[in-house]
């Protein structure tokens, strides 16, 4: 089946799954108590929903219902995890271990944490996207609090070594925290198993609603414990006050839920379509796939193509493929991509990169049209600048 426009953006927000809308909308009419409310049915059955979601969430990652929190989204997920590591572990120390390619999230929030007296380590990553883990190994300090780590990069989808960073951090006592944003939902992740503390994750990467999101935070070997960072009526344990967004809650679960039951089936499916498509556009010669091709969500392809900017490439196509660029992109300039400039990419591959994601509505048909759209698009452009430089 083909639907145009052709949505190859999944790493930016997923559509809604219908079973998840059909799941929620009781909760915007007929059972619309507040959480909160305990002392009549409207309230009980609110909460009732919110627990079941709670459940489903644990169970995607393999966590206790009570280890869960649930925020906004990742980001705030995030900052409460950093910042509330922060804030409750100053009498140990002060210095948390990152890498210069997470999330902005994840990066601008450990910046802010050097700006009120904190001490940040930005690991380098190779040519491959990942970060060593000996280097993490070597950087953790007498006063290292906290090792913060991406599970999948949101530009190439390259997998960093969770486990072995995870067995680290317990070796040395260490707290750790994973942005598990992209990856939960499309790969197995499993908090006990890869030694992960804390752990931010959202609902609208996993085809459930924007606008919820939770914090996995570790209630046993070892207890984490953080200051919130949003006071008020100790919501969540008081660990993140505000009245509950039930309904947003229980299409989270319900995504969860189904993103768990689909897992074996559905990376094989998006494995086989994005090789197909990778396949093709890299066969256009003069091009180059960014991050390890054996380490990554199965679902992304990260792809530069010489002598073309990827704006030029992305408007050429705009109307009939949503892709997006491995370039951050301002109104005034282009900056290259600061996770393939980290990766050592030159200026000329960074800014001539298209990210592709697939997703679970993806079809066989759109990826056609994709690898005939694209690459006749690249050919036309590309001959357009040889054409000016003659």
Known sequence: MLRLPVYLDYNATTPCDPRVVEAMLPFFTEVY???????????????????????QVASLIGAEPKEIVFTSGATEAGNLALKGI??????????????????????????????????VTWLPVGSDGRVDPVAVEAAIRPNTILIALMYANNETGVLHPIRDVGAIAKKHGVLFFCDATQAVGKIPVDVQADGIDLLACSAHKLYGPKGAGALYIRRKNPRVSLTPQMDGGGHERNMRSGTLNVPGIVGFGKAADICRTSLDTEAPRLIALR????????????????????HRLPHVTNISF?????????????????????????SASI?????????????????????????RFTTPEEIDYTITHLSQAVTRLRAGQQAHRQ
Not at 275 to 290: F, K, M, P, Y
Request: with cysteine.
């Open 33 to 55: 108590g507040n959480a909160a409310s305990r002392s009549h049915a409207f309230g009980w059955a609110a909460e009732e929903a919110v627990e079941l979601a709670r459940e």
């Open 86 to 119: 922060f804030d409750r572990y100053t009498a140990k120390g002060n210095h948390i271990i990152t890498c210069q390619t997470e999330h902005k999230a994840v990066l601008d929030t450990c910046k802010h944490i050097e700006k009120m007296g904190g001490e």
């Open 275 to 294: 090789d197909r498509l990778e396949t093709a556009l890299l066969s256009l010669g003069e091009t180059h796939l960014n991050g390890d091709p054996a």
């Open 306 to 330: 010489r002598y073309i900017e990827s704006q030029s490439l992305m408007l050429s196509v705009s109307k009939e493929i949503a892709l997006s660029s491995g370039s951050a992109c301002t």
């Open 335 to 359: 900056e290259p991509s600061y996770v393939l400039k980290a990766m050592g990419l030159p200026d000329n591959l960074a800014h001539a990169s298209l990210r592709l994601s697939l997703g």
